[in-house]
């Protein structure tokens, strides 16, 4: 049991290591810049963000061991099922080193949108990604919006309005 946890902590210390490392090199997107392309693979297949193109879409990246990013998924399961129609897509991006660690949580917290998985942790370090959860709204013709770290319950209000703005095209 002991062993069981101790295993667990030094992959989360690894992992958290790791993106560290990455952010350092990281360079910063900005509001209007191009969202860069992906394609990961996915829960229901590969995942390419070229894909979505017409759609505003709702991108966060997170991993298992984040507490904001448990307590962000309900809302963002919210805001799919709300806004789908009018073409909110959220995608979210998993930079677990391990896809089963991602599928534990995913057990445990469902997700009713697209989820793909990056265990080698390339895209967040296109994105800039500097801590856990980060999210990005691109617009419908692919430039992103707003970045927005980490989730706390009062954030949801102010980034359901910008999703609101986005797909009216404001």
């Not at 910063?28 to 017409?54: H, Y």
């Not at 999210?135 to 927005?148: A, V």
Request: aromatic share 10%; with cysteine.
């Amino acid at each position: 049991m002991r062993s069981m946890k101790l295993k667990r902590t030094w992959a989360v210390f690894t992992t958290l290591i790791v993106f560290l490392a990455m952010s350092a090199n990281a360079f910063a997107l900005g509001n209007g810049d191009k969202a860069p392309d992906f394609s990961l693979p996915g829960k229901q297949g590969m995942v390419k963000l070229s894909d979505k193109a017409g759609s505003v879409i709702y991108l966060d990246f997170w991993a298992s061991w984040c507490g904001p990013c448990r307590q962000s998924f309900p809302w963002m399961n919210q805001m799919q099922a709300k806004y789908k129609t009018k073409g909110l897509q959220v995608v979210t991006v998993n930079l677990d080193a391990r896809t089963d660690d991602a599928m534990k949580f995913l057990a445990q917290v469902p997700a009713d949108f697209t989820v793909a998985f990056d265990s080698k942790g390339q895209t967040p370090k296109v994105y800039g990604v500097k801590g856990m959860p980060t999210s990005f709204l691109i617009s419908r013709n692919g430039k992103i919006l707003m970045q927005h770290t980490g989730f706390r319950p009062d954030d949801r209000q102010e980034l359901e309005k910008q999703i609101q703005a986005a797909l009216e095209g404001k």
